[in-house]
């Protein structure tokens, strides 16, 4: 399916933007073990990086809708810029990794309300599809490229050569590994500058902070009484946090059941990604709009399968477990996706609608993420939690499975599906 050319450029410009956000990642992890820190700080980085989608979602989605979105994606781009500069200067890693999020939480929405300002909504799951594909792709670079910049070897290999102007002030891994991100960064910053302005204008947005959050509310309550929103909502929300907090427990279960050391173990993180990349193309390919609510099984077997990783102590097993739990994933995500952006360009503007979203994913990604750092402060065994992990996923999409069910004996949800905006 042929897209624009605009389309084409946020792509490129979201890969190398999220191929920076992972890769520091991995950087920041890095830090912390060189730190000493204790080990249920690591998955606070990534709890760090989520706040602020939750903390500035009645916000974000205003300030997307308020300006062309390519200008939006160049501004928040260059806070990212900011907030891993902050590590040059020795700021902790948390505090770094939150400024970095701060700039994402108000890339995310200009980035997915450019994608339904741009197409039709027939093309949004091809799109979506396209777009998780490429930032999956960025994320299993992101992670080899972090991995391997903490690398004692190539961080030697990187001060041979002679950097312009701040040459004599790289003296460490971490320095080093900076740099390169900081690179990634600006590229995305370059693409960011050539994405078209699409003239979509919104009515004048408010600026009370009052205002905002009672109509960021207003959205919240709007989507959630949805009955395809509802669905596709509790199902993204979902998986997101899953998907976060699967990231940390492939690191820890690498390390006591693999036994790899981090630049390794970040590999894996990648292979996971590879899946997600193979599933989300397959939807894109397979699954049409008015068929996205038909892959939630895939949500039940993909918790069942995660199960299955306590069994394992091989890498060349570990390899495609981790490529079919990834596949899984992807495959029901995309959809669920899609259709939840339909639905809320349908009912709101761009902007808010994805604001909406974000803040929910993100609640959850920052739920999950608190629950797993207690459990490892508990030093509770890694195959506990991967079994804890797998059943609540499994449950909780059962559960939401029958709650359409409920749904569909009352309504028509197809033809919710195919309702345009007026």
Not at 88 to 100: D, K, Q, T
Not at 127 to 148: H, P, Y
Request: proline share 4%.
């Amino acid at each position: 399916m042929r897209m624009n050319r605009g389309f084409y450029t946020i792509m490129l410009a979201q890969f190398f933007s999220s191929l920076a956000d992972n890769a520091l990642l991995i950087a920041c992890i890095a830090v912390l073990t060189v730190m000493k820190s204790p080990p249920w700080m690591t998955p606070l980085l990534k709890l760090f990086f989520v706040v602020s989608y939750v903390l500035l979602a009645a916000f974000v989605g205003a300030f997307a809708d308020a300006f062309p979105k390519g200008r939006v994606m160049f501004a928040t781009n260059l806070i990212k810029i900011f907030g891993c500069g902050l590590m040059f200067f020795n700021i902790h890693p948390l505090l770094a990794y939150g400024v970095v999020g701060f700039g994402a939480a108000a890339y995310s929405p200009a980035k997915y309300g450019l994608l339904t300002e741009l197409l039709p909504a027939e093309k949004l799951v091809a799109a979506n599809g396209w777009i998780e594909g490429l930032t999956v792709i960025s994320i299993i670079l992101g992670t080899m490229m972090g991995g391997a910049l903490v690398n004692p070897q190539v961080t030697a290999m990187l001060l041979k050569f002679d950097f312009p102007v701040i040459a004599g002030s790289l003296d460490t891994t971490s320095d080093t590994a900076l740099l390169v991100i900081i690179g990634a960064y600006v590229i995305a910053a370059i693409f960011n500058l050539n994405i078209p302005d699409t003239y979509a204008r919104y009515k004048k947005q408010a600026h009370s902070p009052l205002k905002l959050v009672a109509d960021f509310a207003t959205c919240c309550t709007v989507l959630w009484k949805d009955k395809l929103g509802q669905i596709s909502l509790s199902v993204t929300t979902l998986t997101w946090g899953a998907a976060a907090t699967l990231q940390f427990i492939v690191l820890k279960w690498a390390e006591k059941s693999l036994h790899m050391q981090l630049d390794k173990a970040a590999i894996l993180q990648g292979v996971v990604a590879l899946g997600m990349a193979l599933g989300a193309a397959a939807a894109a390919s397979l699954v049409p709009l008015k068929r996205s609510l038909t892959v939630m099984p895939m949500g039940i077997v993909m918790g069942l399968v995660v199960i299955s990783m306590t069994m394992v102590h091989s890498v060349w097993v570990a390899y495609p477990l981790l490529i079919a739990i990834g596949a899984l994933g992807g495959y029901f995500v995309v959809p669920m996706n899609a259709l939840l952006q339909h639905r809320g360009y349908v009912l709101m503007s761009a902007g808010h609608s994805i604001a909406v979203q974000n803040f929910n994913e993100n609640m959850s990604v920052l739920t999950m993420l608190v629950l797993y750092a207690c459990m490892v402060k508990l030093n509770l065994d890694v195959n506990y939690v991967i079994v804890l992990f797998g059943v609540f996923l499994a449950g909780m999409m059962l559960l939401i499975m029958r709650w359409h069910a409920a749904n569909q004996r009352r309504f028509d949800t197809v033809a919710l599906i195919g309702e345009h905006r007026h």
